[in-house]
């Protein structure tokens, strides 16, 4: 199934369009292992869209933590801080990059302790 994330990572919902989990690839996934006392970590990856037709992914859910959220990181003049993504738009062939320093998928409160791995 192109649509591999291992069980700790992510199930995108797609409520705004009509699509199968073929329509879109995730590749390149990592996760960036947080200091052990840490409540959040990050999870990296690109989305492709193979399908036809737009898909805005509005959530994400993991079962490996409380809750995920996508952010990405703003410059705010001299500071840098992390925005909520409310929705992400992928065109019909598009792709997507959460990347450090950019957007990215929170994993808030992991319910066990977070190793760096990739995929």
């Not at 649509?3 to 879109?24: K, P």
Request: net charge negative; proline share 7%; glycine share 6%.
């Amino acid at each position: 199934m192109p649509l591999q994330f291992v069980a700790l990572f992510v199930v995108l919902s797609s409520a705004r369009s009509v699509m199968s989990c073929d329509d879109i690839v995730a590749t390149n996934g990592w996760i960036r292992e947080p200091p052990p006392v840490a409540t959040v970590a990050a999870g990296y990856l690109q989305l492709e869209n193979r399908g036809d037709q737009t898909i805005i992914i509005d959530s994400v859910e993991s079962s490996c933590c409380a809750s995920a959220a996508m952010h990405e990181t703003v410059v705010d003049g001299d500071q840098m801080r992390m925005s909520a993504i409310e929705a992400l738009i992928l065109t019909p062939h598009g792709t997507a990059e959460f990347v450090p320093g950019g957007a990215h998928l929170m994993l808030n409160s992991p319910s066990t302790p977070i190793c760096s791995f990739g995929w």
